[in-house]
């Protein structure tokens, strides 16, 4: 596999989205006090756990992108590759959004939980992709690319704060 420009700026985005959504996740941890910091830690880490499980199993969308790769699966890999990492980051961002709108404990954990999960298959999708050599590393990254994209664009026409001028809504 070889580095290109476009190649490393495309990592320092998916990067740079990863890392948001870590500095989102600390900020509602640190917005929380007492037991409820407690509790929004541990969800934070559960959702770790959780992708553990998936990789324990084989089912995270980089082991699922190797599957597709190694079959040479055209429909396999947009599918797993592309659609079903857009849509997950389509949840991921409206998630958030409603959560941190509604300010209840429970969808604040939920969306702690399940970016954890989707930080750690971005993670490991990257770790796959370089440790494999299966196949380019345009194609090994269409997951992570899909994913950013999604929470990107859906982030940016739907997200509205609650210091945004009435004006700008």
Excluded at 14 to 37: F, H, R
Excluded at 64 to 86: R, Y
Excluded at 133 to 138: A, C, E, F, G, V
């Amino acid at each position: 596999m070889k580095w290109d420009p476009f190649t490393v700026i495309e990592q320092v985005l998916i990067l740079l989205v990863i890392t948001s959504q870590i500095w989102i996740s600390i900020k509602v941890i640190m917005n929380s006090e007492g037991a409820e910091q407690y509790v929004r830690i541990m969800s934070f880490c559960t959702g770790f756990l959780a992708f553990l499980i998936t990789r324990a199993l084989g089912v995270t969308f980089a082991d699922l992108m190797l599957v597709t790769h190694s079959q040479d699966s055209p429909l396999g890999m947009i599918l797993i590759g592309a659609i079903f990492p857009f849509l997950v980051g389509i949840l991921i961002s409206e998630g958030t959004i409603i959560a941190l709108k509604l300010g209840m404990p429970v969808p604040i954990r939920m969306v702690l939980l399940i970016a954890a999960f989707t930080l750690s298959q971005a993670a490991y999708t990257n770790y796959v992709a370089l440790a494999s050599k299966i196949t380019t590393l345009d194609k090994a990254f269409i997951p992570n690319l899909s994913y950013s994209i999604a929470v990107g664009l859906w982030l940016t026409f739907r997200y509205r704060d609650k210091h945004t001028p009435s004006g700008a809504k």
